[in-house]
C-alpha cells in the first residue's frame, strides 16, 4: 500500500457546489484520489476566510452588489513591533485576539475575512450596510486590546463591486 499524497489542484469558482468532507484549507485538495471542493480557502491562523472569499463574493453576487454593499478594512496597529520584541508566537496571538474582536463587533456581516499580514475586512450587505459599516469602524477604532485602525467605504452606484479593494484601500491611507 502506497502513501497517502495530498495536493492542491487547480479548481473553477462553482459557487453552487457545497462542501463536501472534513474541513480544509485549500478550494481543491486530492486526498488518497478522492476530490472534494471545499469552497473558498480560511485562514489557518484566524480561521476567518481568506482573501479568495472576498474576491469571490466581490465578483459574484450580483444581489448583493443591488441590496448594497459597504466594507470594513481594520489593520492591527503594533503587529511588527510585537514579532519584533516578542516574538511571532505572540504576534500570531495578537492577530487571533483581532479576529475574535472583530467576530464580536460583525456578527451581521456577510463575511469576515483576512486579507494577509494584518489587514481584515468586513463585508456587510443590505440597505443599511454603510451605516453598519461606519458604525463598526468607530467602535474598532476606540479597542485598546488589541489596538486597531479602521477604514470603510461602500459600493458606488453604477460601480463593480471589484472596485472597493482600490476605494478601501483609499479609505484607509486618508484614516492615517
Known amino acids: 500500500m502506497g502513501r497517502a499524497i495530498a495536493m492542491t489542484i487547480p479548481s473553477h469558482r462553482d459557487p453552487s457546489r457545497r462542501p463536501q468532507g472534513p474541513a480544509c484549507f485549500r478550494r481543491r485538495t486530492v486526498v488518497h484520489g478522492c476530490h472534494h471542493d471545499h469552497g473558498p480557502a480560511l485562514d489557518p491562523l484566524t480561521g476567518l476566510s481568506a482573501r479568495d472569499a472576498l474576491e469571490s463574493l466581490l465578483g459574484e453576487d450580483k444581489a448583493a452588489a443591488a441590496a448594497g454593499i459597504a466594507c470594513l478594512l481594520v489593520d ?35 463575511l469576515l475575512a483576512r486579507l494577509g499580514g494584518d489587514e481584515f475586512v468586513a463585508v456587510f450587505v443590505g440597505p443599511a450596510a454603510a451605516a453598519r459599516a461606519a458604525e463598526t469602524s468607530t467602535v474598532a477604532a476606540t479597542l485598546e486590546a488589541p489596538p486597531l485602525r479602521a477604514a470603510w467605504t461602500e459600493l458606488q452606484e453604477g460601480e463593480p463591486p471589484t472596485d472597493l479593494f482600490d476605494r478601501l484601500y483609499a479609505a484607509a491611507r486618508q484614516a492615517d
Open 76 to 110: 492591527v496597529v503594533g503587529l511588527k513591533q510585537t514579532n519584533t520584541l516578542q516574538g511571532f508566537s505572540a504576534g500570531d496571538a495578537l492577530l487571533r485576539l483581532a479576529a475574535e474582536r472583530l467576530r464580536s463587533l460583525a456578527p451581521d456581516a456577510r
